[in-house]
């Protein structure tokens, strides 16, 4: 026969499976000075892409916009091609399939009356 310790560990390890299977959130393993360096970079590149995008505003083949113009209302309108990517599992389609097809409709539409 199995002693009860037994069978309340197997419980409190199923409950904890189930429960990390219903979670959509990641635990990351950085420290903080990994962190810290990540965060480096990104500004590094974020500055060299302004630099860039000076150089280019300069020689007339992209103007820049300030954060200023963008605040009063401007429209700001993409002139190179872009692209999203989303990944989800089973259940989360499930949970947001609605909004999903609201915001491919609406892409759609827009592309529509676009062309």
Known sequence: M??????????VVYVAAML????EGYLAFFTRSD???MQERERNKA????????KRSESGDVTELSAESVAEGEIVTLTAPG??????SAGQLEKYQH???????EMLLDAQNVN
Do not use: F, N, Y
Not at 20 to 23: N, P, R
Not at 47 to 54: A, D, F, I, N, T
Not at 99 to 105: D, G, I, Q
């Open 20 to 23: 990390a299977g219903q979670t």
């Open 2 to 11: 199995v002693s009860r310790k037994v069978v309340a560990s197997l419980l």
């Open 99 to 105: 909004v999903l097809k609201e915001l491919l409709t």
């Open 47 to 54: 500055q060299k892409k302004s630099l860039m995008l000076q």
């Open 35 to 37: 962190i810290e360096r």
């Open 83 to 88: 692209e999203t990517s989303m990944r989800h």
